[in-house]
């Protein structure tokens, strides 16, 4: 592949095409992630050049080629149980006052938005099942959703290598809630048809959720301007329920964006719920 750097032009309708269909701003110094994201896609489509890709995708109306590229833009950065303040809150806060207050229907409504490769939403169903047995019998509708349709498949799989397994699983998890794949490890099948992965586009029409009880958005908005954050926190209000939380990743707020919003201190994670009144 000839190393040739994209012209602005190039550059501006990648970032365009980017912008328009995931909400992603890439600054323009940001060229150097177009070009390491890019080049693998130009060369899995025979192409000598960025410019080539660019010139293909410009001369073809939007398909997959132009959903390929921006799939590749996404960061998918994700471990299992990221943020060990968040899942403290779940086990030692949330889920135990859930239980008393959802005790008489034992229904419980989660979306977890943006799951990239499925660790979180795979952490969030663990800790439901490794700390409240009682909770055997509740109707859980767990959806966790991504732009990806790569990320997806991997999430409905459920394969994780060694490497993803080492980051933040503990032996106990492992051998509870997976098995040995080959070279890799699967998470166990009635775990995984616990989770309804489903395509969803922040920007895109919303599934049409039932009232959540607890939404995980995390390290997603990070990567939007202000009025897509501002759109998407006050639809995520219209879903959830007046008890319900908002967790947030750690660098993410909804201060200054949506002041419905409250932030609630339970053991340092970024959790919020909708002022009441
Ligand atoms: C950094 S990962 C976050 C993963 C996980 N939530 C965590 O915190 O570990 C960001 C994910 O957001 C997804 N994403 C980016 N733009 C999106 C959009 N407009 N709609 C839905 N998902 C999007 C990407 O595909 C990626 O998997």
Avoid at 208 to 223: A, K, S, W
Wanted: include cysteine.
């Amino acid at each position: 592949m000839e190393k040739e750097e994209l012209t602005s032009v190039d550059l501006d309708y990648v970032r365009d095409l980017v912008r328009t269909k995931s909400a992603i701003v890439l600054e323009p110094e940001k060229a150097y992630l177009v070009h390491s994201r890019l080049e693998p896609v130009a060369k899995g489509e025979g192409l000598l050049s960025l410019a080539e890709l660019v010139k293909k995708m410009r001369m073809a109306p939007y398909g997959a080629l132009h959903k390929k590229v921006v799939e590749a833009m996404t960061t998918n950065e994700t471990s299992f149980f990221r943020d060990l303040a968040l899942f403290h809150a779940l086990r030692e806060q949330l889920l135990p006052e859930i239980i008393v207050r959802k005790g008489a229907t034992k229904r419980l409504n989660i979306w977890c938005g943006a799951s990239s490769s499925g660790q979180e939403p795979y952490s969030i169903m663990f800790t439901i099942v490794e700390h409240f047995p009682e909770m055997k019998d509740w109707h859980i509708q767990f959806t966790a959703t991504d732009l990806s349709e790569g990320m997806l498949a991997k999430c409905r799989e459920g394969k994780y290598s060694q490497l993803e397994v080492n980051r933040g699983l503990s032996v106990t998890h492992l051998t509870h809630f997976f098995s040995k794949k080959g070279m890799g490890w699967q998470v166990n099948e009635d775990i995984r048809r616990r989770i309804d992965f489903q395509s969803m586009n922040l920007i895109g029409p919303w599934l049409p959720f039932p009232t959540l009880d607890i939404v995980f958005l995390r390290n997603v908005m990070i990567y939007f301007d202000t009025e897509t954050k501002k759109q998407i926190l006050a639809n995520i209000r219209e879903k959830l329920d007046p008890t319900g939380y908002l967790f947030l990743g750690g660098s993410e707020t909804t201060i200054n964006l949506d002041d419905q919003y409250e932030r609630v201190a339970i053991s340092g994670a970024s959790c919020y719920r909708v002022k009441k009144g």
